[in-house]
């Protein structure tokens, strides 16, 4: 590949509409671009579509080149989109520490204010 040309990954995607959402991924010197045809990707968004790609997730592959998943962080690797990837993956883990913590401490406080005062010891 020249820095001039670009590398272009495609796949269909199954959503909520009957038709697959085509899903194009672009990769031009170090510019990575993707879009997608569904709502959000209409409206420039980020959808679900590409992040799953991203992801690896191809439960929603239409397309039957599951194999070409596995190229995408390699064709984007070493472009502008590569840190915003990586710093959007990072704020996904920390949030489902932070659900976890918020879960516990929840189940702690009701244990507490749910627990039997022993007989005799005045009621709140
Ligand atoms: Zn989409």
Same mark, same amino acid.
């Given at each position: 590949m020249t820095a001039t040309e670009a590398r272009i990954l495609e796949f269909r995607m199954q959503g909520s509409a009957s038709e697959p959402y085509e899903v +194009?991924?672009? +990769?031009?010197?170090d510019a990575s671009r993707a879009s997608c045809t569904c709502e959000a990707g209409a409206h420039h968004q980020l959808c679900k579509h590409r992040t799953m790609l991203l992801?690896?997730? *191809?439960?929603? %592959? *239409?397309?039957g080149n599951a194999q070409q998943v596995a190229e995408l962080l390699p064709m984007i690797a070493g472009s502008d989109a590569e840190a915003a990837i990586a710093h959007l993956?990072?704020?996904?883990?920390? %949030?489902? *520490?932070a659900k976890?913590? %918020?879960? +516990?401490? +929840?189940?702690? %406080?009701?244990r507490i204010l749910n627990h039997r005062l022993p007989d005799g010891e005045p009621s709140p």
């Open positions: +194009r991924f672009t +990769r031009a010197a992801a690896g997730d *191809v439960t929603a %592959l *239409v397309s993956a990072t704020a996904e883990n920390a %949030l489902e *520490v976890h913590e %918020l879960s +516990r401490h +929840r189940k702690a %406080l009701a």
